[in-house]
């Protein structure tokens, strides 16, 4: 009796769950009219042996109904209460006539004539209401089946933004702040100084009266330079520690060695006329000509140096070893006989020099071997003196391009030009000036 029992209250529960939200207008009459129908059917249809207990339970089962509608209906009409009237009555004949359904109570209810599915509620205070589906065919047996408002789980996650497809812009080189030395023109052919200030365009103070052509040593810490009216002398950059290193009125051009141990200078001596470089230990000492030329500059390592000078009647840059072996030429057009001021990148990878050969002074870079020359300034007016910031990314260099001499920047492409100030240069020798760069 209790697996037939069970069942029936599972239904039951079911049924009256299905009912609660769906009474009609005259809720009382409905319940009633309900119930007997229920009770009537039962009682004419029900199984030849059912027990005296069960006849009971069935009716306590339909006082347990009759109550639970009296006390819970809610006052919204279902859209056919007759129709639910006949799936119950149906089905509790069904269970009563074959016995305890399977274990799966919840598997659904067989032989109703109609599925109904509860809508969800919608935000507002509206209770939900059960929408009929159509009939399922008659060869065979309908299944009703109903199923609960599910709610959608909530969720903290936002959705995933879309992709971006613009091209990224390319990212500008960062600035490589350096502190330059500088020379700069009070009266021509009378007086000059030396200047020093960052390149982010801040710190500029006179470095020292009387004096050009400035070159750092490698820990920035001193510079050496042409004093006027003739000679190299080197101090620290707050002015101390100063000291006559060549007591020569014509060398000039110093370049102090990135290992700090020489410096490299030109000079005209005797009645030659011409440019020879020199090389001296950092103290002074120790003076042996290396090649005839000018204007020469170091490789990263100290072991070469690339200079202005001539190879028989071929001239422009050069290049030589530390012990005046290997001399070979690195520019070779017949227009190269200009190529000068020349500077070595720190990375050991890049030559920066000017070059008149196009008929206006421009700067130009190439590999250590020669090759690759690439113009990297193309305007009105001279651009000359380059020099490598610290880094290798950017290279200082003075022109005239708007109408007056100042000091520009440019990345290493020759792109990203911007001027940094002005800074006058005597016009009858500026072609001999250079800067200076180190780290801060």
């Known amino acids: 009796m209790l697996k037939r029992i069970l069942p029936l209250i599972f239904l039951l529960s079911l049924c009256v769950g299905c009912l609660m939200p769906a009474a009609t207008p005259d809720t009382a009459a409905t319940e009633a009219a309900m119930v007997a129908n229920v009770q009537a059917t039962l009682t004419a249809d029900a199984p030849p042996s059912p027990t005296a207990d069960l006849k009971a339970t069935e009716a306590a089962l339909l006082v347990m109904v009759q109550k639970t509608l009296t006390a819970e209906a809610p006052p919204s009409p279902t859209p056919d209460a ?25 598997a ?57 497809t613009d091209t990224p812009a390319p990212k500008p080189v960062a600035a490589s702040r350096a502190l330059l030395a500088y020379t700069v023109t009070e009266s021509f052919r009378d007086h000059y100084r030396i200047d020093v200030m960052y390149t982010d365009g801040t710190g500029r103070r006179l470095l020292s009266d009387m004096a050009s052509e400035p070159s750092f ?22 002015g101390s520690n100063r000291r006559r290193l060549i007591d020569d009125g014509e060398a000039a051009f110093p370049a102090w060695s990135p290992n700090g141990k020489y410096i490299a200078f030109h000079s005209s001596r005797g009645w030659s006329f011409k440019w020879d470089v020199y090389i001296i230990k950092a103290d002074g000492s120790e003076e042996r000509m290396l090649v005839d030329g000018e204007q020469a500059t170091w ?50 990878n890049r030559i920066v020099f000017t070059s008149e050969r196009d008929g206006n002074h421009e700067i130009y870079v190439m590999n250590p071997d020669g090759s690759g020359q690439t113009r990297l300034t193309n305007l009105a007016g001279p651009d000359a003196m380059p020099v490598w910031l610290p880094g290798g990314q950017q290279i200082a260099f003075r022109s005239a391009r708007d109408g007056a001499w100042g000091i520009w920047i440019m990345n290493a492409d020759g792109s990203n030009v911007r001027k940094l100030t002005d800074a006058r240069v005597d016009p009858d020798r500026w072609i001999w000036e250079k800067m200076a760069a180190t780290r801060p």
């Open 108 to 164: 659904g209810l067989k032989g109703a004539s109609k599925s109904y599915t509860a809508t969800p509620a919608p935000p507002t205070a509206a209770p939900p209401t059960l929408a009929p589906t159509a009939a399922p065919p008659t060869s065979a047996p309908a299944t009703s089946t109903m199923t609960a408002p599910t709610a959608a789980p909530p969720t903290d996650t936002p959705a995933p933004a879309p992709a971006s």
């Open 217 to 238: 040593s490698p820990d920035g810490k001193q510079v050496v330079f042409y004093s006027w009216p003739g000679g190299l002398e080197a101090m620290n950059l707050d």
């Open 82 to 106: 007759k129709a639910t009237e006949a799936a119950i009555v149906a089905h509790v004949q069904a269970t009563l006539t074959a016995g305890a359904p399977t274990t799966d109570a919840g």
């Open 299 to 348: 490789s990263p390592d100290s072991n070469q140096l690339v200079y202005k000078g001539c190879l028989g009647n071929d001239c422009g840059l050069m290049m030589i070893n530390f012990d005046g072996s290997g001399k070979r030429r690195l520019t070779t057009c017949p227009q190269c006989a200009s190529d000068g001021n020349a500077h070595w990148s720190p990375d050991n």
